[in-house]
């Protein structure tokens, strides 16, 4: 059983496919962490609450008679705001009495098979109850009548524990909750290294890595949505881990508003880490008999390094997060027009582009942005989603009946939480956007963000996606999102709910996302925020793929797929071959071929030599497509540290092949490239199929493949197969 508790010693223990996690019930109630980290058989870890006999300065719970114990300095399950612990905190609640002094104790638990879900956001599912198992620890507050319920769910077979919150006002006056994260965990030390996803636009999820240092160490976003800045996810890591040794706690907000992650260094050297909702701009008004609910935070474990880390996310979101038909359904090549033609683009020039393509071997047309309203550019029209028929002559059912007609699918864009000021939606509803009273809305990319906190709202741009979804042979959604959140306000929310705006917010989004993803199940839908801003799990139980970047130059792509490659998994991760001429269109394919693989090019403007490299390039992606979507993958030379090359490597699951990609950003130094495989099966042997010899595994992974002849000069690069002899 994953979840047992110790009645003798009040003890939780937690146990993961190779982790456990441990705390218990402590004097007064108080529930004290004790152990995170590698399996262990027994729970005799209670000695692990001692932390310093220091009181002074640290006031304590005058009910709590051992004197080694002050909340400040004890590692704590979950911890409240004001009552002795002064480290970053997860809960705060203010009163009706107007103080936000938060204390709460454990009351009961449960433990039960199965998961449950979160109601209004999206969580991990399981495929089968057996997969995992429940723990629901009852706490309270007693002078605020908060209810606490901390809900741990432990994955059998995997490395993973999820946890999340719920608060219930049990009292009879409202209170106001002004944070709540969904995790806290107390690590003994700060022997760690911090791993963190930061960017912008055109350089999303870039891997930075620092050592913790005393103090509060934090990656956040306010923008409304997580944004290109930083991602949800952090890990932490021992001092001397690498891809393939030491341990990593990785973890990652399944939430696609703004969310901080604190890291807090205390004076004694331990180490606290907590995850949630951002409590800045944060508030929420808790009627009695109301309940809150956090978004959920995924925790994975590994002691084999962080190569080992990222393959047990991706395992996880591959089986547990994808939703829906194209989890596991072959996702169709796609020839996207936006960097082809812009706005710039009429039904025959759409036909044209997927008349090439067909020929190439190419499935799918997706017609960008600028096909509705009367948008020739990005100043307006944003909310008016039916057909410009002066772009498109006899409409889109003509447009698609022609794309179909050469054997080729059709996709569309859509930005559906956008409205511009110059739309027929604007100047119907003038206060369906987000704004605040009294004062002048910023604009970006000349456009207003809809307020989807709003059911009518809602309502209408489903209802306009709806005529549109279900009336044409439309397989495929692009679903934009081009600006963050500004002077957020509702005009319909009252004055003391206005601070619940950014959380109401992404609230609406997904249940309008749900509503599409339930009502065209075969649809397959890209999340896309200006290339990568909106990158998150959550977003990718309604979008199977994520457009990851603007940026297409493959050059640039490495840091930003090595990035992204650390918890979410290549199949997430949208990847085309654009025009960009910095390399060769094999360097530019074999980086795509990473990722979901696509092409974003006039495909009227290659050269017959192009035309013959793409059939190949096409021919690697059906050949490779199960070993590189369905295999673990190995980051063998990271761009962020190695300025010359990057490398990778996908192994099937039975280790019987392994794809290896080594791209040359710039000349090296050194001419001399011995590159070790990982991963593979030691005793097995392998056929280099450019070469036709035969390696073992081991001398494969011990003594190298010498590439000393390939791939040397700027943008080049080689795949190299190898397949079981
Ligand atoms: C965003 C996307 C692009 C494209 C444009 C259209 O920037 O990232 O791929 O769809 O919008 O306006």
Redesign the pocket.
């Known amino acids: 059983m994953p979840i047992s508790y110790n009645e003798k010693n009040k003890i939780f223990k937690l146990d993961t496919s190779d982790s456990s996690y441990i705390f218990e019930i402590y004097e007064a109630n108080f529930l004290v962490h004790l152990y995170y980290g590698a399996k262990i058989p027994d729970d005799n870890v209670s000695n692990m609450k001692f932390r310093d006999n220091l009181p002074a300065f640290n006031p304590s719970d005058p009910d709590v008679m051992d004197i080694t114990f002050t909340a400040d300095l004890s590692p704590l399950e979950y911890s409240g705001e004001g009552a002795g612990d002064y480290r970053v905190s997860p809960l705060a609640i203010k009163n009706s009495d107007g103080n936000d002094v938060t204390d709460v104790r454990y009351v009961s638990h449960k433990i039960y098979d199965g998961k449950p879900e979160i109601p209004g956001l999206p969580s991990l599912y399981l495929n089968d109850i057996s997969e995992a198992q429940t723990l629901e620890i009852k706490t309270e507050d007693k002078t605020t009548g908060a209810v606490v319920t901390l809900i741990y769910t432990v994955f059998s077979n995997q490395p993973v524990i999820t946890r999340s919150v719920i608060i219930e006002n049990t009292s009879d006056k409202p209170f106001e909750i002004e944070r709540v994260f969904s995790t806290c965990v107390d690590y003994p030390t700060s022997e760690y290294k911090m791993l963190d996803l930061y960017g912008r636009w055109l350089k999303e999820r870039t891997l930075q890595t620092h050592k913790l240092i005393h103090g509060i160490q934090s990656v956040s976003s306010k923008r409304g949505v997580n944004g290109h800045c930083h991602n949800p996810f952090a890990a932490l890591v021992s001092l001397d881990a690498n891809e393939e040794y030491g341990e990593a706690y990785g973890y990652n907000l399944v939430y696609s508003g703004n969310y901080s992650i604190d890291v807090e260094v205390d004076s004694w050297g331990t180490t606290r880490f907590i995850m949630g909702i951002n409590p800045e701009g944060f508030g929420w008004k808790l009627d009695p008999g109301e309940k809150f609910y956090s978004p959920e935070a995924v925790m994975v474990y590994s002691n084999k390094g962080i190569g080992e880390m990222s393959r047990a996310f991706h395992r996880l979101y591959r089986k547990n997060l994808i939703c829906g038909e194209w989890r596991d359904k072959k996702r169709p090549l796609l020839i996207?027009s936006?960097?082809a033609a812009?706005?710039d683009f009429d039904d025959d020039k759409l036909v044209s582009f997927a008349s090439e393509a067909k020929k190439l071997g190419i499935e799918m047309l997706v017609m960008?942005?600028?096909w509705f309203g009367k948008r020739d550019d990005?100043t307006s029209s944003l909310g008016d989603w039916y057909v410009n028929e002066n772009k498109l002559k006899g409409g889109l059912g003509s447009l698609i009946e022609r794309i179909n007609a050469l054997g080729m699918k059709f996709g569309i864009?859509y930005?559906p939480e956008m409205i511009s000021p110059d739309s027929d939606l604007f100047r119907a509803h003038p206060d369906w956007y987000l704004h605040v009273p009294n004062r002048k809305s910023s604009l970006g990319?000349h456009q207003y963000i809809l307020d989807m906190s709003r059911k009518d709202v809602r309502d209408n741009i489903f209802d306009q996606m709806y005529s549109v979804l279900s009336k044409y042979n439309i397989e495929y959604l692009?679903w934009?999102f081009?600006r963050n959140l500004t002077e957020a306000g509702s005009a319909l929310l009252p004055k003391e709910n206005q601070k619940e705006i950014f959380h109401r917010f992404i609230l609406g989004t997904y249940e309008l996302l749900g509503r599409i993803r339930d009502t065209f199940p075969k649809l397959l839908i890209e999340g896309?925020?200006?290339?990568g801003?909106r990158f998150d799990p959550a977003m990718l139980s309604f979008t199977p793929q994520i457009?990851c970047?603007?940026e297409t130059d493959p050059i640039e792509r490495l840091t930003i797929q090595f990035g992204t490659s650390l918890c979410y998994p290549d199949l997430t991760m949208g990847a085309h071959v654009s025009a960009c001429d910095r390399t060769g269109l094999e360097t530019r394919a074999n980086v795509a071929l990473w990722g979901t693989f696509g092409y974003?090019l006039d495909p009227n403007k290659l050269t017959d030599e192009d035309r013959k490299e793409v059939k190949r390039e096409i021919a690697c992606f059906n050949k490779y497509y199960d070993l590189i979507h369905g295999g673990d993958l190995y980051r063998l030379i990271n761009p962020t540290d190695n300025l010359f090359r990057c490398a990778w490597e996908f192994v099937s699951p039975d280790k019987k092949e392994a794809l290896v990609t080594v791209v040359t950003m710039r000349r090296p130094e050194s001419r001399v490239l011995i590159l070790k495989l990982k991963g593979l099966d030691p005793e097995k042997y392998y056929i280099d199929e450019d070469s036709g010899e035969k390696y073992s595994g081991a001398l494969l992974m011990n003594a190298g493949i010498n590439l000393t002849e390939t791939a040397f000069r700027d943008g080049e690069s080689v795949l190299k197969h190898f397949i079981e002899a």
Not at 528 to 531: A, D, E, P, T
């Open positions: 996207n936006w960097e812009y706005f960008d942005d600028g990005d864009w930005e990319r692009k934009d081009n896309c925020s200006g290339g801003g457009w970047s603007d974003e």
